[in-house]
């Protein structure tokens, strides 16, 4: 449509107020900086997008996880399992009943026939002997009666792959298997080497975390070891047994000449182990042969397994105890007297 007015009003406006030329050259270089410029925009928010993404996932449980196999903890096999209707620690370890020694015995050794203890007062890990029947003063196997733990297989055949354990950890583990105790975080504190038999035998003493108990076990090092009798087998002695703080026990006598010995007969050994004054530090031994031994106690514990040499010696000895001065504090005559 043609309207002679408005052409000429836009005339009038064209010449009172002229447009500038237009800059083609200037019009694309600014059309491609405002490109450029929306380009890493979208790209920033999509990374912090992505970063958000990332946080966020990282505080939800399982996001993120639908593609990787689930994280197993990896648990060792137990190597106890409580003795049932046994308290655990040393509560399993007191005083107990006839009847409660012969109940542990049958766990650990099935149902036999046990010796009477005289006198009568049972504890973990005493021993207990079983007549053969129809053999007069002849035993079957002696029952240590159990303390409170049960060893599984998985710690049986961690002893069986390590027969002569050299640290600390695989020390007590073995004594624990010989206990039916758990002395796993007990401590050790001393061990003495000696011969029996035709072995070397290294016998160790662990005490528990409170201090009032005490077990010894010994651990075959070489050779092959013959039976040990039986006040010379694995135990654990409590604050309730007088024998644990006692210098005149020191030196309790065990024959070795007689039993069993083919080749390495080393006559009486001394075994003994326990709690004296900790002002204590050296414990000297004079057999009634002249042959002389040292023990060293380390803050009142000691350990004690000594064999003298001479088969037909007297069993009688004197003990000697001694502080870190080398001042003499207490001498002890033992007297010979006959074994059980």
């Not at 409170?148 to 640290?167: E, F, G, H, I």
């Not at 003495?192 to 160790?204: A, F, K, M, T, V």
């Not at 000297?284 to 003298?308: C, E, P």
Request: proline share 7%; with cysteine; hydrophobic share 40%.
């Amino acid at each position: 449509m043609h309207d002679p007015e408005i052409g000429a009003e836009l005339h009038r406006l064209v010449s009172r107020d002229p447009l500038a030329p237009v800059d083609a050259a200037g019009l694309l270089e600014r059309g491609r900086r405002g490109r450029r410029r929306r380009r890493v925009a979208s790209v920033a928010g999509v990374t912090a997008a992505v970063v958000a993404i990332g946080v966020g996932a990282a505080l939800v449980p399982g996001i993120g996880s639908a593609h990787r196999e689930p994280e197993v903890a990896e648990t060792a096999a137990p190597l106890f399992t409580p003795m049932p209707g046994v308290p655990q620690g040393e509560a399993a370890l007191g005083k107990i009943t006839q009847a409660e020694a012969e109940r542990r015995c049958t766990i650990r050794y099935g149902a036999r026939t046990w010796d009477k203890f005289h006198p009568s007062v049972y504890r973990a890990t005493m021993n207990l002997m079983s007549p053969l029947p129809g053999k007069p003063n002849s035993y079957g196997p002696v029952c240590i009666v159990s303390g409170d733990s049960k060893p599984t297989a998985a710690a049986l055949a961690k002893v069986k792959q390590n027969p002569v354990p050299r640290t600390a950890d695989d020390q007590l583990l073995s004594c624990s298997v010989q206990l039916w105790h758990d002395l796993t975080k007990w401590r050790l504190v001393a061990t003495e080497q000696g011969d029996w038999g035709n072995g070397q035998l290294l016998r160790i003493l662990a005490i528990s975390p409170t201090g009032r108990s005490a077990a010894s076990c010994d651990l075959l090092l070489s050779g092959q070891a013959v039976p040990l009798p039986r006040s010379s087998m694995p135990s654990i002695r409590t604050a309730q047994d007088e024998s644990l703080m006692s210098l005149s026990g020191v030196a309790v006598n065990e024959g070795s000449g007689q039993i069993g010995c083919k080749s390495n007969c080393t006559g009486w050994t001394y075994t003994n182990y326990g709690r004296v004054d900790p002002a204590i530090t050296r414990i000297h031994i004079k057999a009634a042969n002249g042959a002389t031994h040292d023990v060293t106690a380390t803050n009142g514990w000691y350990v004690l397994w000594w064999s003298n040499g001479d088969p037909k010696s007297r069993r009688a000895a004197t003990v000697t105890a001694y502080n870190a001065s080398g001042q003499l504090l207490k001498t002890v005559t033992i007297p010979e007297f006959s074994i059980r």
